[in-house]
């Protein structure tokens, strides 16, 4: 039977704020490692036995930057999907659209595996074989949940009550699902030993799904049935990705799957698992991921300490200096620092929240932005002047385009550039120059197989982005 | 009779960190009110009646810092001196340098008042008031300190005992001095009331100074006279300047005026002031110039806050957000952050102290790094370039160089140049550019009347500061 991970790319992760941000949210961090949670998903599933093909759930703004990952993940040897969200819309609409894709495709008995794009499991063979319990249990007609045995009382997860009675192959069918507990609940819980921390991961044989939301979340499917008819499909060698339909996808229901179907359905099952799983939820769980020093203190960045216990830091490039303080979690990025209390790394959200109110970019974009060709960081900005370090890919290449207000000199600090500039095209080779006068139409692309890095200085009295008209665009942008 | 101010810019001020450094040290902080403490200690110096110069007396480093400030503070209108220390040699040598440097231009009756850069003074027009009082008493023959009325028990500071029973016109005879406090012995000061602050400020008559010196510490006296004669003197218009001979000068002994001087002698006078004295010796002295808000917040920048109170925050062009926390001093500058308890505002130093000792340049530079000619500011540097934002002040000019690793491209964003690169000499206009071949001599102006902006962005092999070869320099600086 075939498999097919599902990889759900919603969350923003704002309790991880200033490093998560829409636009670079919570799979991509960096973890000290050097790898970021979106490859590491990505390497476990198209690990598994008998996958067919990976699919991910995402916003269409990540659809780039998440293949890019998964291109550096080695992610070639399989086949993949992509389901491109305008927006987010919980998880039943994603797991329902997913469904019914792999049931055109794959026919009902195909199996599939629902994965967050940003959890963490250390013990990848045993997740392996959790995995392969669950898929028993799905092609009996089971909806499979995997139940993570609680390690302490855990108040921010919501539990999962297995019926002991009712024992299964590698499993036991689900009493009922429960709300995060009070402490005191959950510390019954844990005593209990029946009870175990809802992973949002799932195993699901494809046509008992869509049965099941047929009987308990008829409303769901048939929004998500629309949106498919309207939605629009690009396949390509070993690839396929679907856009849906904004419009239509707005009607879909915002509904959890655990809610619309998981809580209801009589036919949910668990696999107890220890994997060393985390969710990585806030910053207290992303700081136990660095090594503790003699006082406590955990360091990602090049910190300074008089007398100070209990911190952790996480600051690249810059220098942090920390004098007779404790249980801080200081997070520095080029443009935002956070100064928080461990005890209320929950409420890192909230900022977020404050700076959306305020319409600041800071919850949306760093410093550094990603574009289909590379990247670009604002490294400077002035009255009448901006500084760009620009990254293009090998073989990639920015629109033809043409700025009103503004000319551009271009230094190439590394690889080789073609550009044209007005009626004359021409290579820059590394420590090679050329300016482009305001009104020019230009293009810049690497023929390269390395980076091309290159400075962009910007010269005017107008620098904002939309003084840019393109003419022509390898990834179908629009002008504006 | 003549009054000579002398403004002693010796400290580091290293409690002030991060953004106060070796070389930019805490009289050229920006306070809130966008001014720093050097040109008000100029202006306050200026301003007092009878004024025949302003004596500076500072760290050779400085120099041209110091002189743009004045420029920035009106300064034109008096006349200037500099005494030009090769390091710093406590205050004793400072002040002995001084008076015998004023009794040869001025003679023995001038008057000579010793005030600190970087001490703030709310209420001058009560300063000035005390500067008559004080120059009553160096006229007979009184050596005088300017005695704080202390608001509360300190127990940082040292304190004066008055003789209250013997007046002087305008103050007292002094009993002794007394160390630092521990806090029961201050509380009896401040209840006693005739125990002041001792500020570091004085007035003397310069012969009765001179002849004072010869009594009670003739070795620093007669070691300063040989420095002088090995000095080197450059004259201008209404401006003197005195390079101490650093062989010479590290002879003397390195002892404080307080203790070769002040606590010996019997001719020593106190004038009680109220004059909204403040030596801002720390980051909580520093946190009281901003207003706080209702939680206790005092922000000197951007900040957002969730559930935070009674916290300092000074950052400029980056955003902070603080979610909490309390009593925390948080300083944010381009390339260090600073997190320290304000209980521990004292131990800033310490950080300062590892610095040094681990050959961190955080201690002692500033990403904008002064020069004669102007500034230059570090933007960014990575494999094979570094970019560098220029600012060339009106009239001036670079040396004439050469650099055997590097490239460089020059892109004026504001003002004129006029270049000499290799053979030509050409001028550029704002929003043009030049390209600097290594091994190629060269020279950046500015010939225009407003300041000189431009993005140099090196690449080459070896990016360092060394790589480089003098060939004319207005300033007088040798290679290397």
Redesign the interface.
Known sequence: MKLIPVIMSGGVGSRL??VSREAHPKPFMLLPDGQNLIQKTFRRAAALEGVAEVMTVTNRELFFKTEDEYRLAGGGAVAQSFILEPFGRNTAAAVAVAALQLQEVYGADAQMLILAADHLIKDESAFANAVVKARQLAAEGWLVTFGIRPEYPETGFGYIEADQDTPLAGGFKVNRFVEKPDLETAKQYLAAGNYLWNSGMFCFRVGTLVEQFEAYASDVLGAVRETLSRSRLSEGHRHRAITLDAEAFGEVPDISVDYALMERSQRVATVPCDIGWSDIGSWNAMSELTEADANGNRFDGEV?V??ASNNYVQ?HG????????EN?I?V?T????????K???Q??K??VS??KRNG?D?HLLHRTVNRPWGTYTT??E????K?K?IVVKPGASLSLQMHHHR?E?W?V??GMARVVNDEREMLLD??E?T?IRAGHKHRLENPGVIDL?L?E?Q??DYLCEDDIVRFQDIYGRANG
């Open positions: 704020w200033p300074l008089h007398q600051s810059r220098l942090t200096a920390l004098v007779g303080v801080l200081v520095d080029p443009d935002a620092v956070l100064v928080a209390h005890d209320r790394a409420d890192v909230h900022i404050q700076l600041h800071a490294l400077e002035g009255e009448r002047f500084i370090r000319s000199h230094i600090v590394s590394t420590n120059s300016f890095v400075i200085v010269s005017g």
